[in-house]
């Protein structure tokens, strides 16, 4: 499906139809935005209500829950989340010890939808800065050792894809992947560094990435069980 890029919400799906009327928001299960909309509507329009609707969005995505929450689970390679009882819902980030501390009243259930609500952003924030600190240096290595060159990282979340690359070399990389193992993040960052050569999925790219990761096809299968989201 046709998707367009936000810096905010990253690869939005773009799902027309002769049947809509209007132009519609939604968020899918893994928390991915989709619009529908008339097959002739202009895309400006999609674009438009994105826009105006950001509040409205965050707020939809939020409720979108994908992990089991569990006290002292991983989040992202170097945190975790630290449950303990309390009076009122609560989430703080203590850096010093790498833990978000969540606090759970006895009437909020830990899959209540404010809970994700509550957590999402300081999440957000702690995967976005594992993938500055990792990501940049670990593509460099892999680029530098199978000799690719590419012209510059950028990150998102909130995306239907792990990663990107765009036709002027720029590799979009889903701050998600920190939740990843690090071969499954390896076999990703090959596969957009191989981008930048073949701008397709043709023989000769899938030769290009078995010559990165020769396990390829094991990541590949692995990876579709998992969902590139936040949380």
């Known amino acids: 499906m046709p998707t367009f890029h936000d810096d905010e919400f990253g690869d939005i799906v773009i799902r027309r139809s002769k049947r809509a009327r209007s132009v519609k928001l939604s968020v899918a299960p893994n928390g991915t935005l989709r619009i529908s909309m008339p097959f002739y509507a202009p895309l400006f329009l999609a674009r438009k209500l994105v826009n105006s609707s950001r509040d409205s969005l965050r707020d939809m995505q939020h409720t979108q829950p994908t992990v089991k929450l ?12 630290s449950i303990r009882e309390g009076t009122k819902l609560a989430v703080r980030y203590l850096r010093n010890e790498r833990l978000i501390q969540l606090t759970l009243p006895d009437d909020i259930a830990i899959g209540d939808p404010a809970v994700t609500k509550a957590l999402m952003p300081i999440v957000a924030d702690t995967l976005r800065r594992e993938a500055k600190s990792y ?6 290595h892999l680029a530098n050792l199978l000799g690719f060159d590419y012209e510059k990282v950028r990150f998102s979340h909130a995306s239907t ?3 990107s690359c765009s036709s002027n070399g720029t590799i979009s990389l889903n701050i998600a992947l920190m939740r990843l193992d690090f071969a499954l993040i390896d076999y990703v960052l090959v596969h957009e560094l191989c981008h930048t050569r073949q701008m397709n999925h ?7 990435v078995e010559a990165g990761d020769p396990d390829y096809k094991l990541h590949r299968k692995l990876l579709k069980a998992e969902q590139p989201v936040v949380l």
């Open 70 to 81: 569990h006290d002292m689970m991983q989040l992202g390679k170097s945190h975790r989340l």
């Open 135 to 140: 990501l940049p240096k670990r593509l460099a």
């Open 161 to 163: 894809r792990w990663g």
């Open 202 to 208: 043709s023989q000769a790219f899938w030769q290009l």
